[in-house]
């Protein structure tokens, strides 16, 4: 048997543009999976990954190996384990950071928690987390370099991110080795995440599971598609439940299994139900409702007090990377996102829904990947 090594990395951050830059918690990680060929002698395992995967410093895999993410046969080693023949190793480590400089910005920051290993942001709408293409400044990365800036050896290590324009909860780490153990919660699914949506249409569960493999359409990069069949993208799950129903519209929790690029966004497109002001997935439109003229005035008017998409990362819960204590952060939703479910509740509250009427808005928005060229 030859020695083989397989990995899941993240899409090249060089090839993400400034409107899909914050993916949706698509993780800041790699995994390898290694088969030792038989032929191989003893040796120490951090050499042996050293020397097989790029850009891996040894303290990046010593680092890898305190936080109890080198397995061997299923079991946690030390970085002084000697391999051998057959072995099967799997490491996951920190995606590495992009080679930008980061200028600290003096941007307002609302900070949930914070202590020596981590940080709790709730992000407004419309910033980015991370400098990259089209965005090198006015960043989270940026404003926490200048949070940090009396503190020279911190600085903010990204665990996971969410889009520009979804506000909410973000964790990031405040040294490696939080941001490696970190990444291994992450991998194994044992972080817990809520986000709260607004969507088109009467959705007929009172909750559900959307299940397909999220990867970009080969149409607009910018878009994530649904594969079910699994033959491109990454597995994704996503649970959600219904909050509070409007008749045209939906307010849903989601909880994500995964995190992938768009994931909210791109299955409840699919499901039928687009985000409610969601450019890029077709939820700009007026998808349910009637045709009067007041009441497209109505939805403008919501447009304009929430032009993006109806998303807020909600809550999170997470094992402390150092301390083991079990964490648990909530958010008030954003004040546009308020403003809009309150002012659909006047809106419903001082009318009355024909029953054919709100049996059409149960039914899907075309369940389907095929969006038309914006």
Same mark, same amino acid.
């Given at each position: ?5 397989e990995s ?12 899909t830059?914050?993916?949706e ?5 790699e ?12 040796? $120490?395992i ?6 097989r995967i790029?850009?891996?410093? +040894?303290?990046?895999i010593?680092n890898?190996?305190? *936080? !109890?993410?080198?397995?061997v ?7 002084n384990?000697k ?5 099967v ?7 590495p950071?992009?080679?930008?400089e ?9 900070? /949930? ?11 407004? *709408? ?12 006015g960043?989270l ?5 200048w949070h940090?800036k ?5 600085q ?12 909410? &909860? ?8 939080s941001?490696? +153990?970190?990444a291994?919660e /992450? /991998? ?9 949506a607004?969507?088109w ?6 909750? !559900?599971t959307?299940?397909g493999?999220i990867? $970009?359409?080969a149409?607009?990069r910018?878009?994530m598609?649904v594969y079910v069949?699994?033959s491109?993208?990454?597995? *994704?799950i996503?649970h959600?439940?219904?909050l509070?129903?409007f ?6 929790e ?7 690029t768009?994931? &909210?966004?791109a299955?409840m497109?699919f499901l ?15 998808? $349910?409702?009637?045709?009067y003229?007041?009441?497209k005035?109505f939805i ?9 998409q109806?998303l807020?990362a909600k ?15 909530? #958010?008030?939703? *954003?004040?546009?996102?308020?403003l809009?479910?309150d002012?659909?509740?006047r809106?419903?509250?001082? $009318? ?7 049996? #059409?808005?149960?039914?899907p928005?075309e369940p389907?990947?095929d969006?038309?060229?914006k």
């Amino acid at each position: 048997m030859a020695e083989y090594i397989e990995s899941e990395e993240i899409e090249d951050p060089d090839l993400i543009t400034d409107e899909t830059e914050n993916t949706e918690v698509d993780e800041l990680y790699e995994h390898f999976r290694v088969i030792v060929d038989k032929g191989q002698g003893l040796l $120490r395992i951090d050499k042996f990954l050293m020397a097989r995967i790029e850009n891996a410093s +040894r303290n990046k895999i010593q680092n890898a190996a305190k *936080a !109890g993410n080198i397995l061997v046969n299923d079991k946690s080693v030390k970085s002084n384990y000697k391999i051998k023949p057959l072995d099967v190793i799997s490491i996951v480590m920190p995606h590495p950071p992009r080679e930008i400089e980061i200028i600290a910005q003096d941007i307002p920051l609302d900070v /949930f928690y914070e202590d020596n290993d981590i940080i709790v942001i709730n992000k407004r *709408a419309g910033m980015v987390v991370h400098p990259g293409y089209g965005n090198y400044s006015g960043t989270l990365v940026n404003a926490l370099a200048w949070h940090f800036k009396d503190q020279p050896e911190v600085q903010p290590y990204l665990v996971h991110r969410i889009d520009k324009d979804t506000s909410g &909860i973000i964790l990031v780490a405040k040294n490696e080795l939080s941001q490696t +153990r970190l990444a291994r919660e /992450f /991998f194994d699914h044992t972080i817990n995440r809520k986000y709260m949506a607004l969507v088109w249409g009467d959705v007929a569960e009172d909750e !559900g599971t959307v299940t397909g493999h999220i990867g $970009r359409s080969a149409k607009d990069r910018r878009q994530m598609m649904v594969y079910v069949d699994g033959s491109i993208g990454k597995h *994704a799950i996503t649970h959600y439940k219904v909050l509070k129903r409007f008749g045209y519209v939906t307010l849903i929790e989601c909880v994500l299994e995964t995190g992938r690029t768009h994931q &909210i966004r791109a299955h409840m497109r699919f499901l039928g139900h687009p985000l409610f002001n969601d450019e890029r997935y077709g939820g700009d439109q007026i998808l $349910r409702g009637t045709t009067y003229t007041k009441y497209k005035q109505f939805i403008k008017n919501c447009y304009e007090i929430i032009p993006r998409q109806a998303l807020h990362a909600k809550s999170l819960g997470f094992k402390h990377p150092i301390t083991k204590e079990y964490l648990f952060f909530d #958010s008030d939703l *954003a004040t546009d996102m308020q403003l809009v479910l309150d002012k659909w509740e006047r809106y419903i509250a001082n $009318r009355e829904i024909d029953p054919d009427e709100l049996a #059409s808005n149960r039914e899907p928005v075309e369940p389907t990947n095929d969006l038309e060229d914006k």
